[in-house]
């Protein structure tokens, strides 16, 4: 039996990028929406956003996809309370078929906004995981899953971080989102091969696949040298589109592909063309691709009494030190040169360092 793959957007409350989906909107083109409900902790949604993301809910085709949980937060605050209130809250009012998070850790003291920096895999670390991912799951009754990561420290980070995520998710029965132009970023970045990479994450276990497009920055260190970064912003890679009929194929559990685009940079005609573009040529790969048969996975929630959150001050005091030398763009060796306790900095590249600090500061400008 052939898989029914569902294809969707991440849903953006920005004008330009509604009226680029528009016309998709008004031919039911989009099978499912992807939204994430914590941009919106704070604020009143319009009531024609509301009423978009219920119509989803309704027809059992809206996923939540969430951003400031922080999922290796070393310490446990009243912050990450809060989050999973207003998680449940939402899940209450709305129906979706699953929740996901992403890989890394982005809050510690004041630094409360940004994108996730990599963890390596380590069993301090990997508890302190676990322990966020039960205290996720215990609010809402769908699946959770995790997605890999654009951007890492080394190339031993890349290499495990499809381990990292398999054994993170086993306790919750989780899943693993497939972020392709992350791994195209971390391919380009550590010239790895795209393919090999993909290869090393727990395909079994992808229920979701997610395309984008991205950036191009000029190496300070190196010649000639590109870095790739997941901003979102532009086309999905050719690439992309050339490996995606193979990684359908090896994923069995697949069941949605949902495309990215930031909503503040679909600013000309020919931006909306583009992104339209990009979303049938996702669709005829769909409609060509020839999965084996569906391989249904019954997930049920394991009921489990919780404890004090799981707390590591030594972990907490990496994270916070690390941000604060990024947010003070500190020299490259220095940072290596760190006493971390848990971080392995000797083998982290100075271009990558450079990178995190301008990811840092970007999102945390005061």
Known sequence: MKRQLLLGVSMMAEADFVSAILPLLESSGIDVLEWSFDTFYTVDE?????DL???????????????????FDAKWTERQDVWLQKLKAE???????HITEHFGFMNTENFHQGVPLPV???????????????????????????????FSFSSDDVSEQGEFLYRLIEDIDGFVILDLHNIYCQAS????????????????????????????ENSIYTKNKRIRRDTHD???????????????????????IIIERLGHTIKTESDKQNFLRDFKKVKQIIDNSDP???????????????????????????QKNL???????QDPETIRNYAFHYFKMHNWDPEMIHTASQIVKKWNPY
């Open 91 to 97: 899940t209450d009012r709305r129906s979706y078929n």
């Open 189 to 216: 970045n550590f010239n790895m091969e795209i393919m090999e990479l993909v290869n090393l994450y727990p395909l079994e276990k992808v229920k979701e696949i997610h395309l984008s497009g991205g950036s191009w």
């Open 46 to 50: 319009p009531q024609w956003l509301a």
């Open 53 to 71: 993301l219920n119509f989803y809910s309704d027809h059992k085709r809206l996923l939540g996809h969430g951003v400031y949980y922080s999922l």
């Open 120 to 150: 390596p895999l380590h069993p301090e670390l990997l508890k302190i995981g676990k322990d966020r991912l039960l205290r996720l799951q215990d609010v809402v009754e769908v699946p959770i899953g995790i997605e890999n990561l654009a």
């Open 292 to 318: 084996k048969e569906n391989l249904q996975h019954q997930w049920k929630k394991k009921n489990r009494v919780l404890t004090d959150p799981m707390e590591n001050l030594l972990l907490f005091d990496d």
């Open 323 to 329: 941000n604060k030398f990024l947010f003070e763009s």
């Open 234 to 256: 532009d086309e999905i890679p050719q690439e992309l589109f050339d490996i995606l009929p193979d990684v359908i194929s090896r994923c069995s559990h697949l069941e949605y």
